[in-house]
């Protein structure tokens, strides 16, 4: 390990932080004695998405297949599936979906129209 004053302020206090937590689990001192411990949970299941949902998902943004399969970094072809029943939604796309949902102003204000020259439309 290098010599402490071989390391930025920030690192040679990382450094003594981790020694300090190491001398108290190699002690037996209970951890949580000495530490704050924080236990969290995440509520990671799906929900699960309809040929309905997605569609839904898609008025919510106002946005084509298109777009929809852009902002979720798919093809087309996958988005399609999804709407009309022949592929399930993964739980990843789903998670991306709910937020849209809860939070339709944040994503909305990512699209906007684009002028034929490639800039945005001029504000009206």
């Given amino acids: 390990m290098p010599d402490e004053k071989d390391l930025s302020p920030l690192a ?8 300090e937590f190491c001398d108290a689990v190699e002690s037996g001192e209970p951890v949580a004695k000495r530490y704050t411990i924080r236990t969290v949970t995440l509520d990671l299941t799906g929900t699960p998405y309809t040929a309905d949902d997605v569609k839904r998902v898609r008025r919510a943004l106002n946005a084509s297949q298109s777009l929809l399969a852009r902002f979720l970094g798919v093809s087309v072809k996958t988005v399609r599936a999804w709407e009309q029943g022949s592929r399930p939604v993964p739980t990843i796309a789903a998670r991306y979906m709910n937020d849209i949902l809860r939070n339709p102003e944040i994503w909305t204000r990512r699209v906007r129209p684009v002028e034929a020259g490639g800039g945005p439309a001029p504000k009206t």
């Fill in 12 to 19: 040679a206090e990382m450094v003594r932080g981790m020694s």
